[in-house]
C-alpha cells in the first residue's frame, strides 16, 4: 500500500502543481488523511522535482534558445533579467521565514482552510474587477511587472495559498490576460521550484535512505506525467473560461477542511 500511496500522492503533486489550488496543501492534507508517513519531508521534497522537469520539458525549445542566444540575443537576456528580478523576492522571503512556515504554518490546516477560502474570495474579486489587460506576451512581460509578479510570489510561503494562484492573481493585476499570467507562472516556476527543491534537498539530505527510493521514484514518474498532462489543457481552459472554477473549488475545500477539522478527522 505504501507503494499505492505514493503513486496517489505523485499524481496529486503533478496535477495541483500548476493550478492555482495549491499543491503543498493537497499535499499535506492528504498525507495525514491516508496515514502516509513521510519523516523530514523526504518524498515531498523530492517528487516536486518531476514537476519541474514537466514544465521545463514543455518549454523546452524556448530554453534552448534562451540558453543558444545569451550571448548575442537581446530579447534571450531580458527573458533571463525578467525572471532574474521576479524571483528575488521570493527567494528573500523564503530564506528569512522558511522555517516558521515549515514548523508552524505547515501544521495548522486552518491556516490551510483560510488560506482556501481568502484565496478564493481575492480571485473571485481579481476576474471581475481587474484592470484591463494590455500584456499578451508572458515572454514580453515589462521587468517592473515581473517584479511586481515576484512580490505576489512571497505569499505562497503560506501553505494553501498556491504559488501558481498567487502569480496569477499578481500578473492579472500586473495588467497582463488571464492566458499570459498563466504561462508567466510556468516560466516563474522553473527557477522558484529549483531553488526551493535545492534547499529542501540541503536540509534533507541526511534523510535520504534506499529503502526509500522506490517510493519516492513513483511519486516522481507520476509527479512528471501529471504536470505533463496539465498545464498545456489548463492555459486553454482559462483563456476559455477564467479562473472562477478555481476559486470557488478553493472556497468550498477550505469550509471542508474546517468541517473536518471540527469532527476531529484532521
Do not use: C, N
Amino acid at each position: 500500500m505504501t507503494y499505492v500511496f505514493a503513486a496517489l500522492l505523485g499524481l496529486l503533486q503533478g496535477v495541483t502543481e500548476f493550478l492555482p489550488i495549491s499543491s503543498t496543501a493537497h499535499l499535506l492534507i492528504a498525507s495525514q488523511a491516508i496515514g502516509f508517513s513521510d519523516p523530514g519531508g523526504v518524498f515531498t521534497v523530492m517528487i516536486q522535482l518531476g514537476s519541474i522537469f514537466a514544465v521545463m520539458w514543455l518549454y523546452r525549445a524556448k530554453l534552448i534558445a534562451v540558453v543558444r542566444g545569451l550571448p548575442s540575443d537581446p530579447d534571450a537576456r531580458r527573458f533571463v533579467v525578467m525572471l532574474v528580478v521576479a524571483v528575488i523576492p521570493a527567494l528573500v522571503a523564503g530564506a528569512l521565514l522558511a522555517g516558521f512556515v515549515k514548523s508552524v504554518l505547515y501544521e495548522s490546516p486552518r491556516v490551510i482552510a483560510w488560506a482556501f477560502i481568502i484565496g478564493g474570495v481575492v480571485m473571485l474579486l481579481v476576474e471581475r474587477r481587474r484592470p484591463r489587460p494590455v500584456i499578451g506576451d508572458a515572454e514580453r512581460t515589462p521587468t517592473p511587472r515581473a517584479f511586481g509578479v515576484g512580490l505576489f510570489q512571497m505569499l505562497a510561503l503560506i501553505p494553501g495559498v498556491s504559488r501558481s494562484g498567487s502569480t496569477i492573481v499578481g500578473g492579472m493585476l500586473m495588467g497582463l490576460d488571464r492566458a499570459t499570467a498563466a504561462e508567466f507562472s510556468f516560466f516563474l516556476a522553473m527557477p522558484t521550484m529549483a531553488a526551493a527543491f535545492a534547499h529542501d534537498l540541503l536540509e534533507v539530505r541526511h534523510q535520504l535512505t534506499t529503502d526509500r527510493a522506490i517510493e519516492i521514484a513513483i511519486g516522481f514518474v507520476m509527479a512528471f506525467l501529471a504536470s505533463l498532462a496539465v498545464v498545456r489543457p489548463f492555459l486553454r481552459f482559462v483563456a476559455r473560461s477564467g479562473f472562477a472554477p478555481f476559486a470557488w473549488y478553493r472556497i468550498l475545500a477550505g469550509v471542508a477542511i474546517f468541517a473536518a477539522v471540527a469532527a476531529g478527522l484532521l
